[in-house]
């Protein structure tokens, strides 16, 4: 099949590269001349294990490619994706600009169109936003008759840093449809898949996602929570959390405690969706107590770190770890932000590393970054480890002792063995032990 794919971040270029290599002709479409010449020399604008690769690949097979000639090679391809971006503004509700000038291109190119055509939403949206937003821009703009159109919408439910497994080897493929054109087409594209694909509105395929994202994040501050309560009664959480996931209902996943939930998905989705339902006149408590879990975690990581150092003023604290989770570059509503403006608050000398993150975290907040944590780590009166690498799991707890000037080491995400640390002679405090 002929596939267009508007927007070349995390989402569009991982569905592009992916769809070509399930043997389809795909091109990747962006404004950005800069990002398209990358994509062209067989190198991904963003970092994500596997898609330098796969890009390679598809090249090379003639399956990919990037353009900036957007409208052209919409007309050319059978259906277009949207992955534009849909970020929060202040008030946390969701940002449509994007996906209302994707759909006004959209239209525009359809223009000189005749066969069908089909477009899918795959950008996170509030429901009814396919139904009442893109599809009437599209139409307009178009002057098409709505029964040669296609529309629908087919979310993604890829993790940072495994989103190439995860497209490759989905849970479920959720097809919402609005019409015939648009079944039939998501169906065949997805055939080389033997998942389980539901059928369903687009409305309700836009809250499948929404849904599934602050269910997941609600998971994560619920356990959070949990572990607090383990922490002041002297209980090892991990031991309540193996407990739980022993229950199928619950499942083993998603249960681990620590400095909060980041990234690009999690916070920017439980508050549109939150936004989303208030401005319907539904107020919902239980997202509200989300994201206010998430927002005290960081804070309890200092004060973990302050009651330990005493004054926090004029000491050197090593921050380990900027990205909002291992693997990934991305530094987005990470949990180090919170904590190293904190720190850096009440005075003291931060300095940072991150096998990836450095240089985006240098965009949010200019701090001292070494280029290993050794470097970090010398003569530290304290190490807060904020990511959980494997870089990090590994120090050697000994060498680390002795480069550093103090003892307190707190693990904001549970990376290290708390019983080896407690023997080297760390003073060691992490999330949900007692
Ligand atoms: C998430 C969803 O998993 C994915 O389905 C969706 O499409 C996009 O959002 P992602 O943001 O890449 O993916 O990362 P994920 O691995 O889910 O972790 C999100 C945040 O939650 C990270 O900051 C992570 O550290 C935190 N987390 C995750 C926990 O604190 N505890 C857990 O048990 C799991």
Excluded at 231 to 239: L, R, S
Excluded at 309 to 319: D, P, S, T, W
Excluded at 356 to 384: H, S, Y
Aim: overall charge neutral.
């Amino acid at each position: 099949m002929k596939v267009s794919v508007i927007g070349t971040g995390y989402v569009g270029l991982v569905t592009g590269s992916t769809l070509a290599d399930l043997g389809n002709q795909v091109v990747c479409l962006d404004i950005l001349e800069e990002k398209i010449s990358m994509l062209n020399s067989g190198k991904s604008p963003i970092y994500e294990p596997g898609l330098d690769e796969l890009i390679k690949k598809g090249l090379k097979n003639k399956n990919l490619i990037g353009s900036t000639e957007i409208e052209q090679n919409i007309r050319n391809t059978d259906i277009t994706f949207i992955c534009v971006g849909t970020p929060s503004d202040k008030n946390g509700n969701i940002d449509l600009s994007y996906i209302k000038s994707a759909s006004s291109t959209i239209g525009r190119a359809l223009r000189d169109k005749s066969e069908k055509h089909t477009v899918i939403v795959k950008s996170t949206v509030i429901p009814l936003t396919t139904e009442e937003v893109v599809m009437p821009n599209i139409l307009k703009k178009s002057g098409w008759k709505r029964e040669n159109l296609g529309i629908g919408m087919n979310p993604e439910f890829l993790r940072e840093g495994s989103a190439i497994h995860d497209a490759q080897n989905p849970d479920r493929i959720v097809i919402g449809f609005a019409d015939d054109v648009a079944r039939k087409t998501l169906k065949e594209l997805y055939d080389p898949y033997k998942c389980t694909k539901l059928e369903c509105s687009p409305r309700t395929a836009e809250l499948i996602k929404y849904a599934s994202n602050s269910f997941l994040a609600t998971k994560i501050s619920f356990v959070n929570e949990i572990a607090n309560m383990s922490n002041i009664w002297g209980i090892d959480f991990q031991e309540v959390a193996e407990g739980m996931g022993l229950d199928s209902r619950i499942s083993a996943e998603f249960l681990r405690a620590g400095a909060g939930f980041g990234g690009s998905c999690f916070p920017k989705d439980v508050k549109a969706l939150a936004a989303a339902a208030k401005n319907s006149k539904v107020e919902s408590l239980i997202l509200k107590a989300t994201l206010e879990v998430n927002d005290i975690q960081p804070k309890i990581i200092v004060k973990m770190a302050e009651e330990r150092l005493g004054v926090i003023k004029g000491k050197k604290i090593a921050v380990l770890g900027l990205a909002f989770k291992p693997e990934t570059d991305d530094v987005r509503e990470s949990r180090s932000e919170i904590v190293i403006s904190e720190l850096i608050e009440k005075g003291a000398n931060v300095v940072a590393h991150d096998p990836e993150g450095m240089p985006n975290f240098k965009k949010l907040i200019d701090v001292k970054m070494t280029p290993t944590p050794e470097l970090a780590t010398e003569k530290a009166d304290c190490v807060v480890i904020m990511t959980e690498w494997d870089i990090y799991k590994n120090l050697d707890l000994e060498s680390l002792l002795k480069r550093m000037n103090g003892n307190v080491l707190i693990d904001g995400r549970r990376t290290l063995n708390a019983k080896e640390a407690d023997k080297v002679g760390f003073d060691y405090k992490t999330i949900g032990l007692g």
